[in-house]
């Protein structure tokens, strides 16, 4: 498999796991994404977006 697809699958589910933890402690998926969209994902891992969002989302 190519390296980009690759990384750009994982990074999909990191997101997807970060959103659907966020959702559960009962923020927005909407609001969720907005903060997001601002976050290099790339680089950060599941409990990393998950602490920028919270961190994010409770300002």
């Known amino acids: 498999m190519d390296d980009k697809l690759q990384l750009a699958i994982e990074t999909n589910n990191k997101v997807a796991e970060a959103i659907a933890a966020l959702q ?9 994404e ?3 969209a601002n976050l290099d994902k790339n680089e950060l ?3 990393e977006l998950i602490k920028k969002g919270l961190n994010l989302l409770g300002k």
């Not at 559960?24 to 969720?32: P, S």
């Open 34 to 36: 907005k903060v997001f």
């Open 45 to 47: 891992s599941t409990e």
């Open 24 to 32: 559960v402690l009962g923020y927005n998926k909407k609001e969720i």
